[in-house]
């Protein structure tokens, strides 16, 4: 009796095995492309926030913001986002005073293939504030264009 039960439990745990091996290779492969998804999302933001302050920068300096606007495509396109390639969308907008940069791109996934996700959308945002500094809270990077200054260093008034 013993060895007809023990018989039948043979070949089990390689049910087991393989069924888990499948859920462990799907979970390792989500944490790969995850990971290089979040990876790509730090740079994109990077050159995001980096083509927003130059498009501020611009606006601060006189240009228009139809020159401003190709400055801030300019420095994400150095930053390999050029708007209109392999599915890459740079906007500039200006909402009040701000410039606003959004770029979206597609993730190229290793490991989601198999479950029919060829990509991931990754999107940012970055606003930089174009105008003169009046108010300090905290510590930030500021950009200010020498031309809203006089010869004592002291802001010239509006």
Known sequence: MVARTHERQRG????????????IIAMVGLVIDGGSAFAQRRGQQN???????????????????????????????SNQYQDGT?????????????????????HTNSFARIFGMNTWQVSVTATALSGVADT???AAPVIMSVQDFGSNLQPLSQ
Do not use: R
């Open 12 to 23: 089990q745990i390689l049910v087991i095995f393989a069924l888990s091996a499948v859920a």
């Open 47 to 77: 050159a995001a926030d980096l083509a927003a302050l130059a498009g501020a920068d611009a606006l601060l300096n006189g240009q228009t913001q139809a020159q401003a606007t190709t400055i801030a495509k300019t420095i994400a396109t």
């Open 86 to 106: 392999g599915n890459v969308s740079v906007t500039v907008t200006f909402p009040a005073g701000e410039v606003q940069v959004d770029i979206g791109a597609p």
């Open 136 to 138: 300090a809270i905290g």
